[in-house]
């Protein structure tokens, strides 16, 4: 039994290729035909306006959503109906939320360290150190003991990402991760974001921090109405959109 796609020739390099991908929840068609290569590195900042399919998209990436026609291969495994494929595109593909998810019972050093523990089989001192580690990286390593419910929201997105790093994905996704913080905490979650992206992570940004697409996306994707409109990288997209879509959103958000 062998799913691994052999990725020759022009799409080596991808580590995602999606390819005519489409999804209706019942009769709603809520993705329709996208397609898109990301390669090993690549940062991706994915915007549009509410209801567009952006988070249904990058869901199915790591199958939190299904979809019902097309294709989809991460990292060389191709997503089909197979548990195993499913848990290893899992294991490469990190996702932080909007709402940080966070396990309000257990502390911060430990919801880092269930994954590693519980899915990876790590011996515990090894998963708390990895952990303090990212802990560390994000600055909030004093706070290792504390319960989720007892850090700010953009502290607690902080943990998230550190608890996504923990399991050493390939790609990280982020759909709105400063969406839902006070304005003061954005800043620090694209600091760490930043910096994930300058250390070459492949990264794919649900956001609409702009100032964070100029400066760290490779190509920026505009989706309204389950499609793909558009997508350029940062300059020519913010100076000079193509279609009357584009133009009408980024008059609304700039
Ligand atoms: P975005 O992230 O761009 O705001 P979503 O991907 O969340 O958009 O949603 C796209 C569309 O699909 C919206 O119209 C939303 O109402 C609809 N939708 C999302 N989830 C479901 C669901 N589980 N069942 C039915 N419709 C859904
Ligand atoms: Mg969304």
């Given at each position: 039994?062998?799913?691994?796609?052999?990725?020759?020739?022009?799409?080596?390099?991808?580590?995602?290729?999606?390819?005519?991908?489409?999804?209706?929840?019942?009769?709603?068609?809520?993705?329709?035909?996208?397609?898109?290569?990301?390669?090993?590195?690549?940062?991706?900042?994915?915007?549009?306006?509410?209801?567009?399919?952006?988070?249904?998209?990058?869901?199915?990436?790591?199958?939190?959503?299904?979809?019902?026609?097309?294709?989809?291969?991460?990292?060389?495994?191709?997503?089909?109906?197979?548990?195993?494929?499913?848990?290893?595109?899992?294991?490469?593909?990190?996702?932080?939320?909007?709402?940080?998810?966070?396990?309000?019972?257990?502390?911060?050093?430990e919801?880092?360290?269930?994954?590693?523990?519980?899915?990876?089989?790590?011996?515990?001192?090894?998963?708390?150190?990895?952990?303090?580690?990212y802990?560390?990286?994000?600055?909030?390593?004093?706070?290792?003991?504390?319960?989720?419910?007892?850090?700010?929201?953009g502290?607690?997105?902080?943990?998230?990402?550190?608890?996504?790093?923990?399991?050493?994905?390939?790609?990280m996704?982020?759909?709105?991760?400063?969406?839902?913080?006070?304005?003061?905490?954005?800043?620090?979650?694209?600091?760490?974001?930043?910096?994930?992206?300058?250390?070459?992570?492949?990264?794919?940004?649900?956001?609409?921090?702009?100032?964070?697409?100029?400066?760290?996306?490779?190509?920026?994707?505009?989706?309204?109405?389950?499609e793909?409109?558009?997508?350029?990288?940062?300059?020519?997209?913010?100076?000079?959109?193509?279609?009357?879509?584009?133009?009408?959103?980024?008059?609304?958000?700039?």
């Amino acid at each position: 039994m062998n799913h691994v796609t052999d990725n020759s020739t022009d799409t080596q390099d991808d580590v995602i290729t999606i390819t005519d991908l489409n999804k209706w929840y019942g009769d709603f068609h809520v993705l329709k035909d996208i397609n898109l290569q990301v390669k090993k590195g690549e940062r991706i900042v994915i915007c549009g306006p509410s209801g567009s399919g952006k988070s249904t998209m990058i869901r199915c990436i790591n199958r939190l959503e299904e979809f019902q026609r097309g294709s989809l291969v991460v990292d060389g495994i191709e997503m089909i109906d197979d548990v195993k494929n499913i848990e290893a595109i899992r294991r490469d593909v990190g996702m932080v939320f909007q709402h940080f998810n966070l396990f309000p019972h257990l502390t911060i050093l430990e919801n880092l360290t269930l994954g590693p523990i519980w899915v990876q089989k790590k011996p515990k001192e090894e998963a708390e150190a990895v952990a303090m580690k990212y802990l560390e990286r994000v600055k909030i390593a004093n706070q290792a003991d504390k319960y989720p419910g007892q850090l700010s929201g953009g502290q607690q997105q902080r943990v998230a990402i550190a608890r996504s790093l923990c399991m050493s994905p390939q790609i990280m996704l982020f759909d709105e991760p400063t969406s839902a913080l006070d304005p003061e905490m954005v800043k620090e979650v694209l600091d760490v974001m930043i910096e994930l992206a300058e250390e070459g992570m492949t990264m794919l940004c649900v956001t609409h921090e702009m100032g964070f697409a100029k400066k760290v996306a490779d190509r920026v994707i505009f989706m309204d109405g389950g499609e793909i409109v558009e997508e350029n990288t940062p300059e020519p997209f913010f100076s000079n959109p193509q279609t009357d879509r584009l133009q009408l959103f980024l008059s609304q958000i700039l």
